[in-house]
């Protein structure tokens, strides 16, 4: 005699069988390529992971192509949709941060919703940072698109044998697209950077396939329901679209190939028609030779200034590095090794860098230089007993130093408050790294900077800091503060430590010039100059 409760179990996986092969719905693939059809142009795609190992991924690539002192401000990243209740901004906040564990290339400046818009916290920043500097760039973007129910499939069935058993089952089905849009503006004219934006698209999949039974037997009742749902959730797929735009945002930003990050080789379509992009845009807008410039003096085979100015020693290393990578040695750049010098990994450098033999354009058309005297630290004077030595050109090499890098401010003594400036002498060319030290003994880095990235300096010609760029170094009541540079023979930042690492204008964790040159004797060698001034206050 059969059990009545195995009838019952065999009624209800009948039924389920029933449903699956009679009122399925058609397949995922079917209904996604339907959904594309019908409302978006771009094939969605299922997001199924995260995009942690693209975020490292980018840092590495940070470190590898040199890239530093990037700072950005955000906006909310609000919701134009008004239906999907996410923290967007702190989304594309912490992509930022594992973006930048190692490297330290972005300042990332974040503002809330009671600044009434960029241009006020602009000038609310310029008064308040200690050195007047705001952030190059401004990242602006939202959720800007939210299809609910581009496409639906449900199916039911039910059976009832009262007063034994009663039992349902349902099939559904459907599909929202999700957008998100972010680009990248300059603060200083709130111009858009062309090219340098992410949009996303999303298919959200939400599938729900539910067996419901109820069986009752006189004196016992017994409850059977058993479900299961899957559920692409909208937050979920919208942190992974954010994470994707970082990526993209800021490897079209700083020219860098983002692509590999996110696993997609070169040969890709779109990847190629980006890679020419970049490369008749750049030499459209005069970037070519200063991108080439610097990854080269980046990647050893070159040694020379980010002037946009063609050398001799410029054509060799082109040459040098198109025969390192199996190209014809030859001394221009066409789109072909572009594109591998973009992608492909580094050669291995020459013995010794090719030396660029022009003299770099002076970033003053006139200084003002006071005479060199023996003494490390001015005197302060009296007010209004600063000298006022007569101007000479900038292009008129000075006499050599007596030690190999000297600092001479332009006034004995400073105001509380006014603008600070000196003058770098050094008497070998290299690469000068200069440090500000406050009262309370904070270190920052003020050269090179956001402003001024290239830090090559040439013998015997001086750089006046901080110069015209839009940063002020200004005297503080209490005194106490000091200027400490130096310079080294090759450029040593890929080389530094997280200790040095930190942004421009950052405080460092180091308290004295002393510990900043226990970090660069050893990657010199031994080769380092130093000098420094107390910033006097009147």
């Known amino acids: 005699m059969t059990h009545p409760h195995r009838k019952t179990h065999w009624l209800i996986a009948a039924l389920a069988a029933a449903l699956a092969g009679c009122a399925a719905p058609p397949t995922r693939q079917q209904d996604v390529a339907t959904a594309a059809s019908s409302r978006i142009s771009t094939t969605p795609q299922r997001n199924v992971t995260d995009f942690t190992d693209g975020l490292r991924c980018m840092d590495e690539t940070f470190l590898r192509y040199g890239t530093r002192d990037v700072s950005v401000i955000m906006e909310d990243l609000g919701d134009s949709t008004k239906k999907v ?18 490297s330290r290339a972005i300042q990332l400046i974040t503002f809330g919703q009671d600044a009434n818009n960029v241009v006020a916290f602009l000038a609310n920043a310029k008064q308040r940072s200690p050195f007047g500097a705001v952030p190059q760039f401004n990242i602006r973007g939202s959720v800007s698109q939210l299809d609910e129910g581009v496409l639906r499939r449900q199916s039911d069935l039910g059976l009832a044998l009262e007063p034994f058993l009663s039992a349902g089952a349902s099939k ?12 990248m503006v300059q603060t200083s004219n709130l111009a858009l950077l062309s090219g340098v934006s992410s949009k996303n698209i999303v298919v959200i999949a939400k599938e729900g396939d539910a067996l419901d039974s109820q069986a009752t037997i006189r004196k016992i009742g017994i409850n059977f329901s058993t479900s299961f749902q899957r559920t692409d959730g909208t937050a979920q797929a919208l942190r992974n679209m954010v994470e994707m735009s970082a990526i993209e945002l800021f490897g079209r930003l700083q020219k860098l190939p983002y692509w590999t990050c996110l696993g997609v080789g070169p040969d890709n379509p ?3 028609r980006e890679m020419e992009d970049w490369f008749i845009g750049m030499e459209r807008g005069g970037e070519l030779v200063p ?18 100015q063609i050398s001799p020693g410029l054509r060799d290393a082109i040459k040098a590095y198109r025969r390192a990578s199996g190209f014809s040695e030859v001394d221009f750049v066409d789109l072909a090794f572009f594109s591998d010098f973009l992608h492909r990994p580094f050669p291995p450098p020459p013995a010794k860098a090719f030396v660029a033999d022009t003299v770099p354009p002076v970033q003053q058309a006139e200084v003002t230089l006071p005479q060199p005297t023996a003494a490390a630290k001015p005197a302060a004077a009296p007010a209004g007993a600063a000298r006022r030595p007569a101007p000479i050109p900038a292009t008129a090499p000075l006499a050599a130093a007596d030690r190999r890098l000297q600092l001479l401010p332009i006034k004995d003594s400073f105001a509380p408050g006014e603008a600070v400036g000196f003058h770098v002498i050094p008497s070998m060319s290299g690469y000068l790294y200069c440090y500000h030290q406050d009262a309370s003994g904070t270190i920052r880095r003020i050269f090179p900077n956001r402003f001024t990235r290239d830090p090559r300096v040439t013998a015997n010609r ?15 009541a209490a005194g106490n503060e000091a200027v400490g540079c130096f310079t080294t023979p090759n450029e040593i930042y890929s080389s530094l430590p997280a200790a040095l690492r930190w942004g421009d204008f950052d ?9 900043v040159a226990a970090v660069f004797t050893p990657i010199t060698k031994g080769n380092l100059a130093r000098a420094e001034f107390a910033i006097v206050t009147r």
Do not use: C, H
Request: avoid cysteine; hydrophobic fraction near 35%; aromatic fraction near 10%.
């Open 291 to 308: 991108y080439f410039q610097e990854q080269l003096r980046n990647r050893g085979f070159f040694d020379g200034p980010i002037d946009g």
């Open 172 to 183: 559904s089905r459907q599909f929202n697209v999700l957008g998100f849009d972010v680009s």
């Open 85 to 102: 209740s996410v923290g967007t901004r702190d989304m594309m906040i912490s992509a930022i941060s594992d973006m930048t564990r190692r």
């Open 507 to 515: 405080p460092l964790r180091l308290k004295s010039f002393d510990e």
């Open 270 to 272: 779109d990847i190629k």
């Open 462 to 476: 001086a750089l006046t800091l901080p110069g015209r760029t839009p940063m002020e170094l200004r005297a503080a």
